[in-house]
């Protein structure tokens, strides 16, 4: 392994090959972004799933229970499938445009569509635009989320 060596220019980034030649303070602080992302994008899909029975009755028709819940897990399961897509778009752009950047994209990516979730229109009010707006959300979402792993 290299010995560090100081930038030659005043605004020249310095590369770090390992945590260990990390400033403790730009580690703590690169930890702390990433634990919160993490834990926004799980939060959201852990409150998806704890609110599927109200969903199914907010986003879909009512006439058969057993297809709202059908939907409601199909919807969900958009999320996770979404995921390697999301790994291979972030990788790319992360190797790109730099880390720090997906990871703001990320968090970002994964909070603005949650906050729409909020305010979209129920099927009584929408009709089927309401689960596609739901589900496209959702694929959103599990971009995200891939990103924040695999970016």
């Not at 968090?107 to 305010?119: A, Q």
Request: proline share 7%.
């Amino acid at each position: 392994m290299q010995s560090y060596t100081p930038p030659a220019q005043p605004g020249e980034a310095k590369q770090v090959r390992s945590y260990a030649e990390l400033p403790q303070k730009r580690l703590v602080r690169a930890l702390l972004a990433v634990s919160f992302g993490t834990m926004l994008e799980w939060y959201d899909f852990t409150i998806y799933t704890q609110l599927a029975p109200v969903i199914s009755k907010v986003f879909f028709p009512e006439e058969n229970a057993a297809a709202q819940a059908m939907s409601v897990w199909g919807v969900f399961a958009v999320g996770f499938l979404a995921r390697p897509a999301g790994a291979l778009l972030f990788g790319h752009l992360g190797d790109t445009r730099g880390r720090g950047t997906c990871l703001l994209f990320s968090v970002l990516l994964m909070g603005v569509p949650t906050v729409i979730v909020g305010c979209l229109p129920t099927y009584a009010q929408a009709g089927i635009a309401a689960p596609i707006l739901l589900a496209l959300l959702r694929f959103i979402q599990g971009l995200a989320m891939g990103g924040e792993f695999g970016g």
